[in-house]
């Protein structure tokens, strides 16, 4: 894989599990990795939801070949939020792994 392609910082983001000072359960996304990816923006659609205009949009994020991505985790990419979808490893080479993400619905 040509490091040129990898254009891109993306922040991976898992939730995690923690407590407040009151023993609270908090919601939070913890970061994974920032690793260099490469974006590219496959479709993009508007749908009415609840009344309400919803664009929403699927891209696949590809970054070097890693095996701690798993689906349900989000990407952060120049402030974009992207829910990952189940991860496309490169089994053959090793080189890289695809994750199918859609954005525009959520904040993950």
Same mark, same amino acid.
């Given at each position: 894989m040509r490091? !040129?392609?990898?254009?891109?910082?993306? %922040? $991976?983001?898992?939730?995690?599990?923690?407590?407040?000072?009151?023993?609270?359960?908090?919601d939070a996304w913890a970061e994974v990795a920032t690793v260099w990816c490469n974006?590219?923006?496959?479709?993009?659609?508007?749908?009415?939801?609840?009344?309400?205009?919803? !664009?929403?949009?699927?891209?696949?994020? %590809? $970054?070097r070949y890693r095996t701690d991505i798993a689906n349900g985790m989000r990407a952060v990419v120049d402030n974009v939020i992207f829910n990952i979808g189940a991860p496309l490893p490169d089994l053959a080479g090793r080189e890289y792994v695809d994750l199918p993400c859609t954005t525009g619905s959520n904040n993950g």
């Open positions: 490091a !040129g392609d990898l254009n891109r910082r993306v %922040r $991976i983001e898992q939730r995690g599990q923690g407590q407040d000072d009151l023993g609270q359960p908090i974006v590219r923006m496959l479709t993009g659609k508007e749908t009415l939801t609840s009344g309400t205009d919803v !664009g929403t949009a699927s891209a696949s994020i %590809r $970054i």
